[in-house]
């Protein structure tokens, strides 16, 4: 049972159905007191409503940003903090931590320093989307981008251990979003249960011809995000697109942006949310500029998308 009075479930972090509220990720957040989310919003002429940032359970940015997320809500955003069980080793991410194993936190080796992140975030009174261990669902060898992806029993049981905490603490404050590399029926394997998510989260990122990988072509946004919206239909959850971003190359960027967000209202009611990965530079392939400013074309597309009551 709660220790404290638990603080009740926020209604700022959630859209109601009928508008659509933007964010963004940008390179330097938060440790630049989010002056690049406030340059982004001076370039798109928009004020966004989420800002998402990453924490890793195994480096120095391990604890929970209490000053941060503070100072993100007197600013008028609502945190996304993405919560990864892993030291950050991006030359082989794939391989296995022991230490920090879905394994070793569905068996509470790490029931402390949740507990810590649970009293810390309820201490916050600050509204906050916890996005724990994204893109956890492709299958193994296949785009794989991290160690806990391939292992749904153990990720489900890691998820609900993590929000049993959190209820046990009191952090209404908190929701949990659960996201996924991409929303099918293997996805479907990884859901922890109705009961301890709050969203249902998707990255939705159109790498065009600037990959060198053998699936890299050129897609629409209707042709990546149909297909996981009808998936995410059988939770009847919020939907919110976690990180959003096209490529230039193989296509019309402009057109693509455009298409996205006019087709938001009619054709995707359940989105309430859409974060823009707004990176320059891909880890991976730093050919691919992800940024909706990329070209003067693209971002007066953007632009005009979203200058529309829906995402006000």
């Known amino acids: 049972t709660p220790t ?27 440790y630049d007191d989010f002056a690049s989310v406030y340059r982004f919003e001076k370039l798109v002429e928009h004020k966004m409503e989420y800002v998402l940032w990453f924490h ?27 919560w990864e069980p892993w030291r950050r080793n991006f030359d082989d991410p794939t391989a296995i931590q022991p230490e920090y194993s879905l394994e070793s936190i569905a068996g509470g080796a790490h029931d402390a320093y949740v507990r810590s992140w649970a009293r810390s975030a309820r201490a916050s009174g600050v509204p906050i989307v916890l996005r724990f261990a994204h ?11 991290y160690p806990w992806q391939g292992d749904p029993e153990g990720y489900r049981e890691a998820f ?21 590399m991409w929303l099918d029926g293997w996805a479907s394997q ?29 897609r ?5 995000f149909d297909g996981q919206y009808q998936a995410a239909r059988q939770w009847n959850q919020p939907v919110m697109i976690t990180e959003l971003a096209t490529a230039e190359f193989g296509g019309d960027k402009a057109a693509w942006l455009r298409a996205c967000f006019t087709s938001l209202q009619p054709r995707y009611p359940l ?16 050919i691919i500029n992800w ?6 074309e693209s971002l007066v597309a953007f632009k005009e998308a979203i200058d529309d009551p829906y995402f006000r």
Do not use: C, K
């Open 291 to 296: 940024s909706v400013a990329s070209s003067e």
């Open 160 to 180: 609900r251990r993590i929000a049993a905490i959190f209820q046990e603490e009191g952090a209404g404050n908190v929701q949990f979003l659960w996201s996924a």
């Open 56 to 82: 890793a359970w195994g480096n120095s940015d391990r604890a929970f940003p209490s000053a941060d997320v503070r100072l993100a809500w007197q600013m008028g955003f609502t945190p996304v903090l993405t």
């Open 271 to 286: 989105v309430r949310a859409v974060l823009l990965f707004e990176v320059e530079s891909d880890r991976e392939w730093p």
């Open 220 to 224: 629409t946004f209707h042709e990546l």
């Open 135 to 145: 893109e956890q669902s492709t299958e193994p060898g296949l785009i794989s981008w």
């Open 190 to 218: 990884y859901y922890p249960g109705d009961d301890v998510v709050d969203l249902v989260g998707t990255t939705v990122l159109n790498h065009g011809d600037g990959a060198s990988a053998e699936w890299a072509r050129w």
């Open 4 to 30: 404290h009075t638990p603080i009740p479930r926020p209604v700022a972090t959630l859209n109601p159905e009928g508008r659509v509220g933007l964010g963004v990720y940008v390179d330097g957040v938060p």
